[in-house]
């Protein structure tokens, strides 16, 4: 399998067809994906539950806003800025794009426009369930699943379930409602929203009996797509809706999700850049130096992520102080 860059379209090319003796299920091994991507929710919800005895939601949210949120950020920069042949390959969107967001965001900011906060919620949303439908393709792709099909409805289950959990969450439908208003969205009536809600709930259903009656149809053929794929979108949608509906308070919620995301998140970046390190010779400099098997290097590695993130987290203490 050849993975094409993770800057340009997803998608993944077999080189030939997987062997059924050659079947890989797992990214690193059993207990480390079990613990690093699939099975991270059982290990964080008692973890927050302690922290929850020492410190308030606003604490809680605050600081992994800025260690994960705000950190997370710079394994891509890394690779964007210090990877001399993508650089060169995607020169000008790295360099025009982020001046194009600061732009926009200045703008919304001087002339006092709510509108982005409804933009930042919805690329929160599409940001969490692209990630989930990224692994389902690697998941898949390991076991040599490429059928269109099956990717489609892969990315459907993401995109209904995603939705539907924050469509029946009272508080997130109710403050996304409320942040519409505020934007000057023309009023819906209580009806239209609880038939709109119920209207999802089925669409969801429906999708999840469709991908149901796929995956056991491609099992019984022998295209088997990868079971380790069905257990992280369980343990993802699910650990979704726990964060959305059953939370006491949302602020613990989101920073829930999001370190499950961030620890996805920058141990796959750093998996994927170690192994361009050791195959491209042309790769040097820091990206090479951080990138590279050893345990120390871990270990800097999410030193640079708490110290990039620790700006966002004094900025914010800066900010409430005055």
Known sequence: ???????????????????????????????????????TPLLLVPAFALAQARWSPQDIYLFVAAFGAMGHHLPGMIRAYGDRALFERFKWRFVFAPLFLLAVCTAFFWWDLKGILLIVFFWGVWHGLMQTYGFCRIYDAKTGTFDALTRRLDFTMCVIWFATAVA?????????????????????????????????????????????????????????????????LITSIAFWWYCNNLVANILVGIALFEVFHDV????????????????????????????????????????????????????AHIGMDT
Request: one cysteine or more.
């Open 168 to 232: 029946l969450s009272p508080y997130r439908l109710s403050d996304t409602l409320d942040t519409y208003y505020m934007c000057g969205g023309l009023f819906i009536p209580p009806s239209v929203v609880h038939h709109g809600q119920q209207l999802i709930l089925l669409a969801a259903i429906a999708v999840s009996v469709l991908f149901l009656v796929h995956f056991l149809r491609m099992w019984i053929i022998g295209h088997r797509p990868n079971p380790v794929k069905v257990a992280l």
């Open 264 to 315: 996805q998140y920058l141990s796959l970046v750093w998996i994927y850049n170690r192994n361009r390190v050791e195959k491209d010779s042309n790769i040097g400099g820091f990206m090479r130096f951080v990138f590279r098997r050893s345990g120390s290097l871990i270990g800097l590695y999410v030193g640079l992520v708490l110290a990039y993130g620790s700006v966002s987290y004094i900025n």
């Open 1 to 39: 399998m050849q993975l094409l860059s993770a800057f340009s379209r997803p998608q993944t090319v077999p080189v030939g067809p997987v062997s059924a003796s050659g079947r890989k299920l797992w990214i690193l091994d059993s207990w480390r994906d079990l613990i690093l991507y699939v099975g």
